[in-house]
């Protein structure tokens, strides 16, 4: 870790909380490395989180930082955004977090196309409250809450948030570094709604209950099951079938950010300008 991404953390807020071999580490630094490519000032960024052991990373982030309450991150962004719509916001969410208690928040900020970059830390599961399955889970999988398989069909968070009306939609594992970095970069500069599914690995909760293996198996399956966008049209269907899309999914074009829509309405109100 380089000195500058070292000057991202809070020394004094380390050691984290994350088990042995999980993915949200890795996500975070990712994160961070994105971060500092896009150049983004560390005083005019503003990090905002529900609650998860994927929302605790705000704590360990030296920049203006809110851990809200499950489920309204984006809320709570949304709110920062209009009221200083100069400072980068992001937020940093969990599957659970995102989709469940806040699915209704995270499909009208993509909506909208409110400016926020939203970082879904998606390990398939509730890792905070011990494994309970979430709106994410895999049909089939084994949870304290499905204990003979969930019988639930999950959303696709990434097609979810398109659907939805988001500007920028990329998917990346925590097997897949140097892309996940690449992809968040990315986002990070997109003006409106950008939201980034980073897939990480639970070994604790979704692992060791879904017999997974260990952390590095649970890696290795990341790279046996994801295909990459750009390689969808070269393969044959069945190579394709089950598999994680990972990359770019969707960029908008020409959609209008909403705190510059909220502004060109205030002046035309100030005008008594109606349509
Ligand atoms: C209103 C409310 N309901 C439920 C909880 C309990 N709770 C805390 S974290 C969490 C789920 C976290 O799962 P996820 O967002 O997927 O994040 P992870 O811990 O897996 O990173 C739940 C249900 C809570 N804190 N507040």
């Known amino acids: 870790m380089s000195e500058h991404i070292r000057g991202y953390l809070r020394d004094r807020a380390l050691p984290h909380i994350w088990?042995?071999?999980?993915?949200?580490?890795?996500?975070?630094?990712?994160l961070l490395r994105a971060i500092q490519k896009a150049g983004l000032d560390q005083d005019k960024t503003v990090i905002?989180?529900?609650?998860?052991?994927?929302?605790?990373?705000?704590?360990?982030?030296?920049f203006d930082t809110l851990h809200t309450t499950h489920g309204r991150a984006l809320a709570f962004a949304t709110g920062i955004k209009l009221a200083r719509p100069e400072l980068k916001v992001i937020v940093i969410t969990?599957?659970?977090?995102?989709?469940?208690?806040?699915?209704?928040?995270?499909?009208?900020?993509?909506?909208?196309?409110?400016?926020?970059?939203?970082?879904?830390?998606?390990?398939?599961?509730?890792?905070?409250?011990?494994?309970?399955?979430?709106?994410?889970?895999?049909?089939?999988?084994?949870?304290?809450?499905?204990?003979?398989?969930?019988?639930?069909?999950p959303f696709d968070l990434s097609r979810l948030v398109q659907?939805?009306?988001?500007?920028?939609?990329?998917?990346?594992?925590?097997?897949?570094?140097?892309?996940?970095t690449n992809l968040i970069t990315e986002a990070l500069r997109v003006d409106g709604f950008s939201f980034v599914e980073a897939l990480s690995q639970c070994p604790t909760y979704f692992g060791r209950r879904n017999k997974r293996g260990t952390a590095v198996d649970m890696l290795n399956w990341f790279r046996d099951n994801s295909v990459n966008k750009k390689a969808?049209?070269?393969?044959?269907?069945?190579?394709?079938?089950?598999?994680?899309?990972?990359?770019?999914?969707y960029r908008a074009t020409e959609l209008k950010e909403y705190t510059k829509a909220y502004r060109e309405l205030v002046e035309r109100a100030k005008g008594g300008v109606r349509p």
Do not use: W
């Not at 088990?19 to 990712?30: E, F, I």
């Not at 989180?49 to 982030?61: D, E, F, K, L």
């Not at 939609?169 to 570094?177: C, G, I, S, W």
């Not at 969808?232 to 990972?246: C, D, F, Y």
């Open 19 to 30: 088990c042995a071999g999980c993915g949200h580490g890795t996500v975070l630094g990712c």
């Open 48 to 62: 905002v989180s529900g609650i998860g052991c994927s929302s605790r990373a705000t704590g360990y982030m030296n």
């Open 94 to 153: 969990g599957d659970g977090d995102a989709a469940a208690i806040g699915g209704n928040h995270l499909i009208h900020a993509a909506r909208r196309n409110i400016g926020i970059t939203t970082i879904c830390f998606n390990n398939y599961v509730y890792g905070m409250t011990s494994g309970q399955y979430s709106p994410s889970t895999p049909t089939g999988s084994l949870a304290t809450t499905s204990p003979f398989g969930s019988i639930d069909i």
């Open 163 to 180: 659907a939805a009306g988001g500007a920028y939609v990329a998917r990346a594992t925590t097997y897949h570094v140097t892309m996940l």
């Open 232 to 249: 969808l049209s070269k393969l044959p269907p069945e190579q394709v079938e089950g598999k994680i899309i990972v990359g770019e999914l």
